[in-house]
């Protein structure tokens, strides 16, 4: 009993400064990194709780006040995922499509540079036959080797690059316009495209911003800034609006929430599952880090995780309809939340090296 005691001390302290230390105002990447497994630690918080009841005396101690504390840690982390299971509203309403309609299919997958197994990500792409594809961590060995097996996708949009950040394009409809930009950093593209899908536009953000990691960037406000740009461009557009790539975010951070919520965005994940696309090696380690948000104009026929493809990351796929403008379910911005946007992509630009 006094093992099962401690180890109940150790671990709950533990865990306790593990949900303490997101809420810590920092974009260094120490604080920033434990904004990801947030329903892990919900599991390994109802296991601690239940050593704890388990091992502590009648009698009230400091070893209570952890359970207090742990007990407190499990309703707010409980608060964040909620949304993202299916005992939650949806935010994105389900249809089903007209006989004579035509429903908009996307597929994004981060595709891990170094994996070379390109047909095997051709055969997914040509048994989905999705109408838009959105390919990241692409460089030229990616671009040729699929180059043939998707020739039935005519419109493309490539930029190979063998920094990681190389991205992919590639769709069955109409390109109206399109841009390639770098937001924050110059090595780090994104794309806006406009595609004509039953005689609308429809306008597609395509985005792989820098994660919070030593080795790539100590701190998240660029990518912070550049996801905020996006969704501030996104509400202020007159047309039906996707966004869609790898945001190196979580659905339940802050940013991804103040992004939602000044956007005017919806997630279709909320009320249906997590939809977790990262680490496709490591079960217990995998969180949501691939996005598609949509604006009121969408209806949600079908959303999947895709079979692995020898990334580090599922392929996610997701098909949609155009019906009336819904935004019952948007969240709904404070003038302190849009303060904070303006804030935070000022910081983005003022530590990127691109000042657009």
Same mark, same amino acid.
């Given at each position: 009993?006094?093992?099962?005691?401690?180890?109940?001390?150790?671990?709950?302290?533990? @865990? $306790?400064?593990? #949900? !303490?230390?997101?809420?810590?105002?920092? &974009?260094?990447?120490? /604080?920033? +990194?434990?904004?990801?497994?947030?329903?892990?630690?919900?599991?390994?918080?109802?296991?601690?709780?239940?050593?704890?009841?388990?091992?502590?005396?009648?009698?009230?101690?400091?070893?209570?006040?952890?359970?207090?504390?742990?007990?407190?840690?499990?309703?707010?982390?409980?608060?964040?995922?909620?949304?993202?299971?299916?005992?939650?509203?949806?935010?994105?309403?389900?249809?089903?499509?007209?006989?004579?309609?035509?429903?908009?299919?996307? @597929? $994004?997958?981060? #595709? !891990?540079?170094?994996?070379?197994?390109? &047909?095997?990500?051709? /055969?997914? +792409?040509?048994?989905?036959?999705?109408?838009?594809?959105?390919?990241?961590?692409?460089?030229?060995?990616?671009?040729?080797?699929?180059?043939?097996?998707?020739?039935?996708?005519?419109?493309?949009?490539?930029?190979?690059?063998?920094?990681?950040?190389?991205?992919?394009?590639?769709?069955?409809?109409?390109?109206?316009?399109?841009?390639?930009?770098?937001?924050?950093?110059?090595?780090?593209?994104?794309?806006?495209?406009?595609?004509?899908?039953?005689?609308?536009?429809?306008? !597609?953000?395509?985005?792989?911003?820098?994660?919070?990691?030593?080795?790539?960037?100590?701190?998240?406000?660029?990518?912070?800034?550049?996801?905020?740009?996006?969704?501030?461009?996104?509400?202020?557009?007159?047309?039906?609006?996707?966004?869609?790539?790898?945001?190196?975010?979580?659905?339940?951070?802050?940013?991804?929430?103040?992004?939602?919520?000044?956007?005017?965005?919806?997630?279709?994940?909320?009320?249906?599952?997590?939809?977790?696309?990262?680490?496709?090696?490591?079960?217990?380690?995998?969180?949501?880090?691939?996005?598609?948000?949509?604006?009121?104009?969408?209806?949600?026929?079908?959303?999947?995780?895709?079979?692995?493809?020898?990334?580090?990351?599922?392929?996610?796929?997701?098909?949609?309809?155009?019906?009336?403008?819904?935004?019952?379910?948007?969240?709904?911005?404070?003038?302190?939340?849009?303060?904070?946007?303006?804030?935070?992509?000022?910081?983005?630009?003022?530590?990127?090296?691109?000042?657009?």
């Amino acid at each position: 009993m006094e093992t099962l005691l401690w180890s109940y001390r150790v671990f709950g302290f533990v @865990l $306790v400064i593990s #949900v !303490l230390v997101p809420l810590i105002p920092s &974009d260094h990447w120490k /604080a920033r +990194v434990f904004d990801y497994p947030r329903s892990q630690k919900l599991f390994l918080v109802g296991v601690c709780v239940v050593m704890g009841l388990f091992a502590l005396p009648i009698a009230v101690s400091v070893d209570h006040i952890l359970l207090v504390a742990l007990v407190g840690c499990a309703g707010y982390l409980s608060w964040l995922v909620l949304p993202y299971t299916p005992f939650a509203a949806h935010m994105v309403a389900g249809a089903k499509p007209a006989p004579d309609e035509d429903p908009l299919r996307l @597929l $994004v997958c981060n #595709v !891990l540079q170094t994996n070379t197994r390109y &047909d095997r990500m051709a /055969a997914l +792409v040509n048994r989905r036959d999705p109408d838009i594809v959105l390919l990241l961590e692409t460089d030229e060995g990616w671009r040729k080797g699929l180059h043939a097996p998707l020739e039935r996708w005519k419109h493309r949009i490539e930029v190979p690059l063998a920094n990681t950040y190389g991205l992919l394009f590639y769709s069955r409809l109409p390109i109206d316009h399109h841009e390639v930009r770098y937001l924050i950093d110059s090595e780090v593209p994104s794309i806006v495209v406009d595609i004509r899908y039953r005689g609308r536009v429809v306008r !597609l953000y395509g985005l792989h911003p820098t994660p919070p990691v030593p080795q790539e960037n100590p701190e998240s406000t660029e990518r912070d800034a550049e996801v905020l740009m996006v969704g501030r461009e996104a509400e202020r557009c007159p047309h039906p609006v996707i966004v869609f790539g790898d945001l190196n975010d979580v659905a339940w951070s802050h940013t991804t929430r103040l992004f939602l919520r000044t956007s005017g965005l919806l997630d279709p994940r909320r009320g249906r599952g997590m939809f977790n696309t990262f680490h496709a090696h490591y079960p217990f380690l995998r969180w949501p880090l691939d996005h598609l948000f949509v604006s009121p104009h969408f209806r949600l026929v079908d959303m999947r995780i895709e079979p692995g493809v020898g990334s580090d990351h599922f392929p996610i796929s997701m098909t949609v309809v155009l019906r009336g403008e819904d935004d019952e379910a948007a969240l709904e911005a404070t003038a302190d939340d849009r303060e904070e946007v303006a804030e935070k992509i000022a910081d983005g630009k003022a530590s990127g090296d691109v000042h657009a």
